[in-house]
């Protein structure tokens, strides 16, 4: 049976209609999928915010037992903590099997959460440090984030290497993506591997020395890709274009797909 005739509805329209303006989704596409399928990894990354502000006071009772234990966590993991507890089923709003998040507690996903402290709930444990609730040190930082990305990131660039497909701009997809030229020039590990792989979806406005719509050829000055890496770049929304925008109706597929020894990014 041909490749083509395994592929899905919406692949096949996509295939059989964008010839134009739209062709750089099906070249990216292709490109995604010859990736895996020749052995690589691929980081996600995604930008955008996600409301968690009536969560502060559950999440207070998990920061406040962390810091009287001397434990410390990266703000995911207090999150994956008070999910897997089963404290909030009752004030559930959607299907359970609907939630990326508690697919991605369950799965134990790795996820990068850089600025994290510019958020609602960063805000609400600010205010419990001020009062002398409890230590700033209970939370890992965005700097033990890196440190965590640079010890994973060579374990995993092998063979095929890994991948970087960014969903929007900003620090989600600037932070991760800087742990290459971070091992390269600041550690001197001259033989770590450029990204193997890299597209962006993205509605900001194309622009050389941009934080969001920066072309890809330009990172190839900033060591982060190879003049030979596959490189696309999709200007629209990515709920149109991306079928892993819609992430809370594929919650299962998204996180069994993304489980595999990767590394997700989350920007706040």
Known sequence: MSAAANKGPISKFVEHHYKHFNAALVDAAKGYETHLTEGGKMMVTLGGAMSTAELGKSLAEFWKDADTAGQRFFPHEYMYKILLSGELKQYYEIDPKDSWMLAAAEKNLPIVVPGWEDSTMGNIFASYVIKGDIKASTMKSGIEYMAWLADWYPKNSGGKGVGFFQIGGGIAGDFPICVVPMLYQDMGMHEIPFWSYFCQISDSTTSYGSYSGAVPNEKITWGKL???????????????VDSRGNLSKRSGELVAFLAGSLAWTKGC
């Open 226 to 240: 190879d003049i030979n890496t596959p490189k696309f770049i999709v200007e629209s929304d990515a709920t149109i």
